[in-house]
């Protein structure tokens, strides 16, 4: 009950610039001190990640679904992100370069390229936490000190890019707390715009339950989502996921648009 009661102030504490001390570093440079404790300069040798998804998710309802994907994630950059799900559809990108298919053919709508872009980020940002955070269009800023349940905390506000994500209701800024004895983050997460609570009241709120280690690397195993009110508060929205994650050798086709693999090839 206390992590909610505080967590429920943490967007109005947020919401005048932060006063720092002297002792304080700057938010990137904390982000990087985080990414490096769980293995940051190893993740970024992995190669290419794959992550076996299964999700299981329970809504206010209580209506429930079960979910599966795969997803693959060029660790160097992270630009290079892939999403295959059933049906045969992939929605993929290669550096800033989006698409996606259906049963072997290649979607050439004009809107394609922009929302397989954000599509990834919506859905691969939490799946890889803390390394997400260096994203393109991810900014970390507003670092404040503070005490959360006896805790010595940082708490960020991310504003993230304009078009980071798909859903317009993702497009706020959310606040990241890290725990200051081990770079750990404790919690992530957004209530929607005032403007779209009408829509959708509900904000959410990740917490990374477990991880395992590949290669010196710390990587998600399992992902907590729960639903918040807009006073952050927990309510009866619950997901799970789980991650079977490997490294797999790199292949050129799996992030690169097939017609333009094809066009190469005949050059």
Same mark, same amino acid.
């Given at each position: 009950? $206390?992590?909610?009661?505080?967590?429920?102030?943490?967007?109005?504490?947020?919401?005048?610039?932060?006063?720092?001390?002297?002792?304080?570093?700057?938010?990137?440079?904390?982000?990087?001190?985080?990414?490096?404790?769980?293995?940051?300069?190893?993740?970024?040798?992995?190669?290419?990640?794959?992550?076996?998804?299964?999700?299981?998710?329970?809504?206010? =309802?209580?209506?429930?679904?079960? $979910?599966?994907?795969?997803?693959?994630?060029?660790?160097?950059?992270?630009?290079?992100?892939?999403?295959?799900?059933?049906?045969?559809?992939?929605?993929?990108?290669?550096?800033?370069?989006?698409?996606?298919?259906?049963?072997?053919?290649?979607?050439?709508?004009?809107?394609?390229?922009?929302?397989?872009?954000?599509?990834?980020?919506?859905?691969?940002?939490?799946?890889?936490?803390?390394?997400?955070?260096?994203?393109?269009?991810?900014?970390?800023?507003?670092?404040?000190?503070?005490?959360?349940?006896?805790?010595?905390? *940082?708490?960020?506000?991310?504003?993230?890019?304009?078009?980071?994500?798909?859903?317009?209701?993702?497009?706020?800024?959310?606040?990241?707390?890290? =725990?200051?004895?081990?770079?750990?983050?404790? *919690?992530?997460?957004?209530?929607?715009?005032?403007?779209?609570?009408?829509?959708?009241?509900?904000?959410?709120?990740?917490?990374?339950?477990?991880?395992?280690?590949?290669?010196?690397?710390?990587?998600?195993?399992?992902?907590?989502?729960?639903?918040?009110?807009?006073?952050?508060?927990?309510?009866?929205?619950?997901?799970?996921?789980?991650? =079977?994650?490997?490294?797999?050798?790199?292949?050129? $086709?799996?992030?690169?648009?097939?017609?333009?693999?094809?066009?190469?090839?005949? =050059?």
């Amino acid at each position: 009950m $206390n992590r909610c009661v505080l967590s429920l102030v943490l967007p109005m504490v947020l919401a005048v610039p932060a006063v720092l001390t002297a002792e304080t570093p700057e938010p990137q440079e904390i982000v990087d001190r985080v990414i490096a404790a769980a293995g940051g300069k190893a993740f970024a040798e992995l190669g290419v990640l794959k992550l076996e998804v299964s999700q299981e998710e329970t809504r206010n =309802d209580g209506t429930s679904t079960k $979910n599966t994907y795969t997803a693959f994630a060029d660790t160097k950059n992270l630009v290079n992100l892939r999403i295959d799900y059933p049906g045969d559809v992939v929605v993929a990108r290669s550096g800033s370069v989006g698409w996606s298919m259906t049963n072997g053919v290649v979607d050439d709508r004009r809107q394609t390229p922009a929302m397989a872009r954000t599509t990834l980020n919506q859905t691969i940002f939490p799946l890889l936490l803390p390394y997400s955070l260096k994203m393109e269009g991810v900014w970390v800023q507003e670092v404040r000190e503070m005490t959360i349940e006896g805790r010595e905390v *940082w708490v960020f506000a991310i504003p993230f890019a304009k078009g980071f994500f798909t859903s317009p209701l993702l497009t706020t800024t959310w606040y990241l707390v890290v =725990d200051r004895a081990d770079y750990s983050i404790l *919690w992530l997460e957004f209530v929607p715009p005032e403007h779209y609570r009408d829509v959708s009241p509900e904000g959410i709120r990740y917490r990374i339950l477990k991880q395992k280690e590949i290669d010196g690397a710390k990587v998600a195993e399992q992902l907590l989502l729960v639903g918040i009110t807009a006073q952050g508060m927990e309510s009866g929205h619950v997901r799970v996921t789980k991650m =079977d994650a490997s490294v797999i050798p790199w292949d050129v $086709n799996l992030f690169l648009n097939p017609l333009q693999l094809e066009a190469l090839e005949e =050059d």
